[in-house]
């Protein structure tokens, strides 16, 4: 099992619609988890973290789901402007710990 | 905000060539990080240094060195330049004391070898 996997996409998606993001990670003892959004030839940003609980920001939900080892990423009325990479992040808690990125889910939002 | 800074956003360089790419960071950040990042392969990490003076392999460091002889600056070597090293460079930092690490990019160099 990679290290943290996610689907590559393209999702092609009409405007409005609702769409989920799925990523699995591999280290059951993983304590962080991040989502990252990265525009075409730009630099990745921060876009939310994930807490246990599981957490919403506006349009964006994001859960994590530790028995099954994956997180989630929701996003709802989707805007042409989401069109973009979205990168799932892993990582522990102590300093030593690895950060893994995914490769990426690639989302085209239709006009 | 925080921000991240890199020398070059294009650099075209010869096979052979020594090549320097600088990152400087403005928010006191202890760890710095350098990934190359190709289609299809995602982000690899490089080096990374938690601390001036001190450095660590990532995954991929073979044909590359490092450098962090201030805390705020986190430098790229590439002592002989391949063409197989065309690609997009990302330095980042973050400050773990949170215990919740999340990076901050600058906006990358991409990098193409003749």
């Known amino acids: 099992r990679k290290e943290v996997e996610q689907d590559p996409g393209p999702f092609n998606v009409p405007e409005g619609a609702t769409v989920a993001f799925n990523c699995t990670y591999s280290n059951s003892a993983s304590q962080s988890f991040f989502w990252y959004r990265q525009d075409c030839r730009k630099e990745p940003k921060l876009l939310m973290s994930?807490?246990?609980s599981g957490n919403e920001d506006g349009r964006f939900t994001a859960q994590l789901n530790r028995a099954s080892q994956y997180i989630s990423l929701l996003i709802r009325d989707s805007k042409l402007s989401d069109s973009a990479t979205y990168l799932c992040?892993?990582?522990?808690?102590?300093?030593?710990?690895?950060?893994?990125f995914g490769k990426g889910t690639r989302l085209h939002i239709l006009p | 905000d925080v921000k991240v800074t890199q020398s070059s956003r294009y650099l075209v360089k010869r096979t052979g060539e020594k090549v320097f790419l600088e990152c400087v960071q403005d928010?006191?950040?202890?760890?710095m990080f350098w990934y190359r990042q190709d289609p299809g392969l995602g982000l690899r990490l490089i080096y990374f240094s938690y601390d001036v003076k001190m450095k660590e392999k990532g995954d991929i460091p073979e044909g590359y060195s490092v450098s962090r002889e201030k805390k705020e600056r986190f430098s790229l070597i590439l002592e002989s330049a391949s063409t197989n090293q065309t690609s997009m460079y990302l330095c980042a930092s973050s400050d773990r004391t949170s215990g919740r690490e999340t990076q901050y990019f600058g906006p990358g160099t991409r990098l193409l070898v003749l």
């Open positions: 928010m006191d950040h202890e760890n």
């Open positions: 994930v807490y246990s």
């Open positions: 992040v892993v990582g522990g808690m102590n300093r030593d710990d690895k950060i893994i």
